[in-house]
């Protein structure tokens, strides 16, 4: 069965230093993976996707992640957090069905 | 492009009345789709999800019913409303297929007095 693992429900850095935000999962299958970003009042909208291939997937807004599959993890970072990265970010995974399965969620707090 | 309406963006119901929260997909056809609710720390809760019309899977029993009286229409009811229910709904669309994201609407802000 497929299950995620979000470490940290909040996660707090300055304006300019690295985000990294934690992501494991479980899967019995090759997984599907995924980021979205929320904005407070506002749906998901998907940041990034690992299907196949390379392990090294960029998305918007300067995010990037890396599968790993010897530790079963999909990291989300970025090399210099803006004020407007402030959101609640998830991750989720896929074994094939179309029903992807959630993670609870980090919220990024960025200070000035 | 694609797009997914949902309305309304808020609304305040008191224990006991009905209701019905209504999404729209444009621009695809076929889609796969989704309701789920947040609470907050509590990540998302699939309620229900159809791959085409009149067909729903019910991932929650309880109060809440979900219809898809057309193809890229998603309609989520209550006959009486709990104060469990309460809560931030999100209606999805995908392609159909593992590898595909959704997209989501903007939510409909629930609460109930």
């Known amino acids: 069965a497929q299950s995620v693992t979000q470490l940290g429900s909040h996660v707090s850095v300055s304006e300019g230093a690295l985000v990294l935000l934690r992501c494991n999962y479980s899967?019995?299958?090759?997984?599907?993976l995924f980021w979205y970003v929320q904005y407070p009042n506002q749906g998901l909208q998907l940041l990034l996707k690992?299907?196949?291939?390379?392990?090294l997937v960029k998305g918007i807004n300067g995010f990037e992640a890396e599968f790993k599959k010897s530790e079963t993890s999909f990291h989300l970072t970025k090399p210099s957090a803006h004020m407007s990265d402030a959101a609640e970010y998830f991750c989720?995974?896929?074994?094939?069905?179309?029903?992807?399965?959630f993670g609870r969620g980090t919220s990024l707090i960025v200070h000035p | 492009s694609q797009t997914i309406h949902q309305w309304p963006a808020t609304l305040v119901q008191p224990v006991g009345s009905p209701l019905s929260l209504e999404c729209t997909v444009e621009g695809t056809s076929n889609p796969n789709l989704y309701w789920y609710r947040q609470a907050a720390g509590r990540g998302l809760q699939l309620l229900f999800y159809s791959v085409g019309i009149g067909q729903i899977s019910s991932e929650v029993p309880q109060n809440l019913s979900a219809s898809r009286p057309q193809d890229r229409q998603f309609i989520l009811s209550s006959k009486k409303l709990l104060l469990s229910d309460s809560g931030f709904y999100l209606c999805?669309?995908?392609?159909?297929?593992?590898?595909?994201?959704?997209?989501f609407g903007d939510g409909t802000r629930l609460s109930i007095l």
């Open positions: 690992y299907t196949t291939g390379a392990t």
């Open positions: 899967s019995s299958v090759p997984p599907y």
């Open positions: 999805a669309w995908s392609v159909s297929g593992g590898n595909q994201p959704q997209h």
């Open positions: 989720a995974v896929s074994e094939g069905s179309y029903i992807p399965t």
